[in-house]
């Protein structure tokens, strides 16, 4: 019987394509680079299954390209790219990959969150340039982390994760979402705040609500001024989440101390004047580029694809509704 045909619209670690190509006729997009919009129609024509990536835009336009697909392994943890009630509509499942990045998104928002607060890269470029000229006692001199107030914005699996690693730094930790986290209260003492009052009191911000259209541009210039100035954010969920240039703006208007983001609003794009701050640390979007969760994703990718291509309920399933 012939394999189930699957497209991958840009190459993923070996382990996910390794297990894909046990049970299926497998093509990799030959591009290593996010696919034009065209690209992306012609390619996912006729195939049982797509594995998709955060660049793709999988929406009704897609559905009518890929027509007959039996479903999309989205390899990423948010899927505000994929149009879910659309599918849901159309009957066709979605995946995504949650739980294998968890710890590393968080470890890379402490990453920022430390080379923003300690001047980490503004300070190595001097000292590389070779214009550094011996210890100085007002050189380079950052805020505190230890004993600092950190304030959780959005606190489900990520949010959790950079709260929890929060305790050998003694710090007292707030935070803020739809829900109330009681196990995040319980394990570091965590405390359920309104969003004004979060602003108001923390010395560190850090992103990690999904993309939805009630936390589009969440963050405004108006936000930045309800912040401390000594403050800094950190930003590793979506970019569109903050306004951009207004937060451009805060930071050469001294609103805020500081910004680090893994995240843009116009990916790649960088919102004009981001990049010369000196006060912001800016990396491509790679919180999630560890080896095991990179293979962790992959493998998801693929357990999802494969599952929905033999018509069973993808394990990550996003609209498990279409299986009733
Ligand atoms: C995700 O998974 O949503 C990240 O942004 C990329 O790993």
Redesign the pocket.
């Known amino acids: 019987m012939a394999k189930p045909k699957v497209y991958v619209t840009r190459r993923i670690p070996d382990a996910g394509l390794d297990l894909l190509r046990k049970e299926c006729e497998v093509e990799v997009s030959p591009h290593d680079r996010p696919l034009t919009r065209r690209e992306f129609l012609d390619a996912i024509q006729g195939r049982d299954g797509v594995v998709c990536l955060?660049t793709d835009k999988v929406d009704a336009e897609a559905f009518e390209a890929a027509a007959g697909v039996k479903g999309f392994a989205n390899f990423?943890?948010?899927f505000d790219n994929l149009d879910v009630p659309e599918a849901t509509r159309r009957r066709i499942p979605l995946s995504n990959?949650p739980d294998v990045?968890t710890d590393a998104t968080a470890d890379m928002a402490w990453a920022l969150l430390f080379a923003a607060a300690r001047r980490v890269v503004e300070s190595d470029g001097v000292n590389r340039s070779g214009s550094w000229k011996g210890w100085g006692p007002l050189q380079f001199i950052g805020g505190d982390v230890t004993g600092a107030t950190l304030g959780i914005v959005g606190a489900g699996r990520i949010g959790a994760a950079m709260a929890a690693k929060s305790v050998g730094f003694r710090m007292k930790v707030l935070y803020t979402d739809a829900r109330r986290n009681e196990a995040l209260e319980k394990a570091v003492g965590a405390r359920f705040v309104p969003f004004e009052e979060l602003l108001a009191q923390s010395d560190f911000v850090s992103v990690h609500v999904p993309l939805m259209p009630e936390t589009r541009h969440l963050f405004t210039y108006d936000t930045f001024r309800k912040m401390k100035k000594t403050a800094y954010l950190v930003n590793t969920a979506r970019g569109p989440v903050l306004a951009e240039d207004d937060l451009v703006r805060a930071l050469k208007d001294g609103l805020i101390a500081g910004a680090g983001l893994d995240?843009y609003e116009r990916e790649p794009a960088l919102a004009e004047g981001l990049a010369s701050l000196p006060n912001v640390v800016i990396t491509p979007?790679t919180?999630?580029a560890t080896v095991s969760s990179r293979n962790g994703?992959a493998l998801k990718a693929a357990a999802n694809v494969i599952a929905m291509v033999k018509g069973q309920k993808a394990p990550d399933c996003l609209n498990p509704e279409v299986y009733t």
């Open positions: 955060l990423a943890v948010g990959t990045l995240v979007h919180a999630s994703m």
